[in-house]
């Protein structure tokens, strides 16, 4: 049974960094594309970032593009989202998965909440 558990969230000032992490129990990674995910209160989840496993590319959604680098830890089985800069718009639940995601690996997320 695969799992994704993330972490690192938390209460920041604008302008300020967050690093989240997603670690996954169960399998090991390889020739999949990983994505973080967010939900902002009343709105729908959106597409924030993804990395191919194996090819290590990069893919941002317009809005974190500059601000947020999404990375991955072979030996850890860890993908990362580095957050710079962060904005009160970036406050959400964040979330990792396989992109396009799979329905039965949603986690608990982590809260980000950036405040002005």
């Known amino acids: 049974q695969v799992q994704l558990v993330e972490s690192g969230g938390g209460l920041v000032q604008a302008g300020g960094s967050l690093r989240l992490s997603c670690a996954a129990s169960?399998?090991?990674?390889?020739?999949?594309?990983m994505g973080w995910f967010r939900q902002a209160p009343g709105k729908e989840r959106e597409f924030v970032a993804s990395?191919?496993?194996?090819?290590?590319?990069?893919y941002y959604t317009d809005s974190v593009k500059g601000r947020f680098t999404i990375s991955r830890d072979n030996a850890k089985n860890t993908v990362y989202l580095q957050m710079n800069s962060l904005k009160p718009e970036d406050t959400a639940v964040y979330y990792c998965?396989?992109?396009?995601?799979?329905?039965?690996?949603w986690g608990q997320g982590t809260q980000v909440t950036v405040s002005s």
């Open positions: 990395l191919h496993w194996i090819v290590g590319n990069t």
């Open positions: 169960g399998r090991t990674f390889n020739n999949i594309r």
């Open positions: 998965n396989t992109n396009p995601p799979s329905e039965s690996l």
